[in-house]
């Protein structure tokens, strides 16, 4: 089946500009998760969703960071006044619950380079 | 704050077993540890995750210490696709999750 899909693939901007990442969870999945991964470095856990509502969004790094989930599916992450130090891999993760022992799926991620 | 501790870095010859070691001294009781494992420019890949018990899937098998607060991820036979970062983290679901640096495993041909 389909797994988790996140566009785009890269996405290259100019310092100050605003950017949209976007993410499709697999069908059925509540929890929806954000990562932030910097070269050499483990997945940085920005937010998470169950259903349409953000339950932790404590790993956001500041208010120009933003997510949503309006229908409980895709999601969007923003951020706005891009800086170079926001360049990394944004990586989406989907999983069936937000119980302990469900697995998460990782989408393959969308590369920001910010000019 | 990774909450785990892993090797930065292990080799294995092909074919030859791998024991990924993983700490976890401080984890709760209710706390699952769960290991992924990242290739090469793709999203982290889900291995195997357990509580108290050993646990065998196609990937791999856990083993998990007595007072749970070390694990070991172990691949029976690796393969040069199995080169990759592993990591370990303890937790998850609605709990955040902290990866660490994970362990980067060589295979040698």
């Known amino acids: 089946g389909a797994g988790v899909s996140q566009t785009p693939s890269n996405k290259v901007t100019e310092k100050g500009k605003y950017v949209e990442l976007r993410c499709d969870p697999i069908?059925?999945?509540?929890?929806l998760y954000w990562y932030r991964q910097s070269l050499g470095q483990g997945p940085e856990f920005l937010i998470y969703f169950q259903g349409t509502g953000a339950a932790d969004d404590s790993g956001l790094p500041n208010d120009r960071f933003f997510a949503v989930r309006p229908e409980g599916s895709v999601s969007t992450l923003k951020i706005q006044r891009t800086e170079r130090g926001d360049s990394a891999v944004y990586l989406c993760?989907?999983?069936?619950?937000?119980?302990?022992?469900?697995?998460?799926?990782f989408g393959p991620g969308t590369r920001l380079t910010v000019l | 704050d990774a909450k785990t501790t892993q090797p930065n870095s292990m080799e294995s010859n092909e074919e030859e077993p791998v024991h990924l070691p993983c700490n976890h001294s401080?984890?709760?009781?209710?706390?699952?540890i769960h290991w992924y494992r990242q290739l090469p420019s793709q999203g982290p890949e889900y291995v195997i995750h357990?509580?108290?018990s050993n646990v065998n899937n196609r990937m791999a098998s856990l083993a998990i210490a007595e007072d749970r607060k070390s694990s070991t991820l172990i691949l029976h036979r690796a393969t040069l696709r199995d080169a990759a970062v592993y990591y370990c983290?303890?937790?998850?679901?609605?709990?955040?999750?902290?990866f660490g640096i994970g362990t980067k495993l060589q295979v040698i041909p």
């Open positions: 401080t984890i709760s009781g209710t706390d699952y």
């Open positions: 993760a989907s999983s069936l619950g937000d119980r302990g022992y469900n697995e998460q799926f």
């Open positions: 069908s059925g999945h509540t929890a």
């Open positions: 357990g509580l108290t």
């Open positions: 983290i303890r937790g998850g679901g609605y709990q955040k999750v902290t």
